[in-house]
């Protein structure tokens, strides 16, 4: 995952957010590791009586899950735009002091926003809560394709093959497996993080948080039910895929991720590991490689050419395109269509 970090520049507006935000000395900040707690509870300082909750979220999933959460009683924007791949992004200056002037910042976490920690540095001791809705989750290390082995079984056993290869790696997103969100099992836990920090923030309207976030939930787990039960007995249990950010959701349901590369979307994989992807394919008689939207085909393209297979999308629901704006498509049912995806492919 290739964040462009640009230090001096985000070091740089700490200067802004200082300045921006001297008159706000008397709330107490909350910090990431304080978004929940065991038990689930939101440990965070209750927000004096306001009319609405002015919430920033990192980029579309958590959007998603938070408005559903909060409904009419919280102005909720994403920073990070539409159809702008969330991996590239940084904030500008607009942006730090936008978020300095929040009540929450909520995001992912687990590597995926690599600016986090500068924008939390730059705004320690202020009243900005910040909430990381993976905290809690079993987080996975991620599959780079140097140490890819496609002879794997279970994406599981292929996990823990991959562990120890990752000591001699670094990489910007620490080796961490962001993509939690394409688990519906997972995001049900993030949705439940995020309710406890809103009916933490704002007690008077807990009710209404948990009454919208049970509403949510009951969606998400017949989204589940949904992937276990079209996904069962499949003909085949792999899948390659262009970026791997389905590790998850290969867990959850039994299945095999054979990315061609690792986690970042960018990444271009080694001449060696297309060779191994194009065997792959072949013997195990491979007829359909998964691309994403927000980023280049060309890859995916390439290997079924090779082997005379189709390319279809997998959508790791990092952005909605304009495409999906205008079929009002949401996660809810961009999920779905990737269930259609894979129930095709793996009865090819």
Not at 76 to 91: F, Q, S
Not at 213 to 235: G, H, I, P, R, S
Request: proline share 3%; glycine share 6%.
């Amino acid at each position: 995952m290739k964040f462009r970090m640009h230090h001096l520049a985000i070091l740089s507006l700490s200067t802004l957010l200082f300045a921006a935000g001297c008159g706000n000395n008397n709330a107490v900040n909350s910090t990431a590791s304080n978004a929940a707690n065991a038990s689930g509870a939101a440990e965070v300082t209750a927000l004096p009586e306001a009319s609405k909750l002015n919430i920033k979220v990192s980029f579309y999933p958590i959007y998603e899950f938070t408005k559903n959460v909060a409904g009419d009683l919280a102005e909720v924007e994403a920073l990070i735009p539409a159809g702008i791949e969330p991996h590239d992004w940084e904030p500008t200056a607009q942006d730090m002091a936008e978020i300095s002037d929040a009540d929450m910042l909520i995001y992912n976490g687990a590597g995926m926003e690599g600016w986090v920690d500068q924008v939390l540095e730059s705004v320690s001791g202020k009243s900005l809560i910040t909430v990381e809705a993976s905290k809690g989750l079993d987080i996975m290390e991620g599959t780079e394709e140097e140490e890819a082995d496609h002879d794997h079984g279970e994406g599981e056993h292929a996990h823990e093959e991959g562990e120890h290869a990752h000591e001699e790696h670094s990489h910007d997103h620490g080796g961490l497996d962001p993509h939690v969100w394409l688990n519906p099992v997972l995001a049900i836990q993030e949705v439940r993080n995020i309710e406890a920090a809103l009916s933490a923030a704002a007690p008077d309207n807990a009710k209404d948080f948990k009454a919208n976030a049970d509403a949510y939930v009951a969606n998400l787990e017949q989204l589940d039910q949904a992937f276990k039960d079209e996904l069962k007995e499949t003909k085949r249990k792999d899948f390659i895929t262009q970026h791997a950010a389905f590790g998850y959701l290969a867990k959850q349901y039994g299945l095999t991720q054979v990315p061609i590369a690792g986690l970042s979307p960018e990444q271009e994989p080694s001449a060696a590991n297309m060779s191994k992807i194009v065997e792959f394919a072949k013997e195990h008689k491979v007829k359909t490689i998964f691309f994403e939207t927000l980023v280049s085909s060309s890859v995916a393209d390439t290997i079924a050419k090779e082997i005379g297979a189709k390319t279809a999308v997998l959508n790791p629901i990092e952005g909605l395109t304009e495409e999906d704006r205008s079929q009002n498509l949401d996660y809810l049912g961009i999920m779905r269509q990737n269930l259609a995806a894979l129930k095709s492919a793996l009865n090819e």
